[in-house]
């Protein structure tokens, strides 16, 4: 029989196991829901003026606006279609 730590210990284990589970399953979603989004922008001047402009509200961190610069440009160009 195992003593109480150890089964405080397994079942510390688990947890860590079912959170890094539950975090992965996490990002998949996120990316899954950015990619369908960024498609549908992308074949819609609308939507394409609309999520370039959200994005460039919330996103405020100088890396993030350097890496979204080529997806901002053709958000732009899609948009620019509907004038």
Sequence with gaps: MKTLEQQIASTQSKLARLR????????RVKIVVGAVVTKAA?????AAAKLAAL????VTRDLDVKE???????????????E
């Design 55 to 58: 994005l460039r509200e919330r």
């Design 42 to 46: 992308l074949e819609s001047p609308h």
């Design 20 to 27: 890094t589970k539950k975090k992965a399953s996490d990002t």
């Design 68 to 82: 979204l610069q080529p997806l901002l440009s053709d958000l732009d160009e899609k948009a620019a279609q509907d």
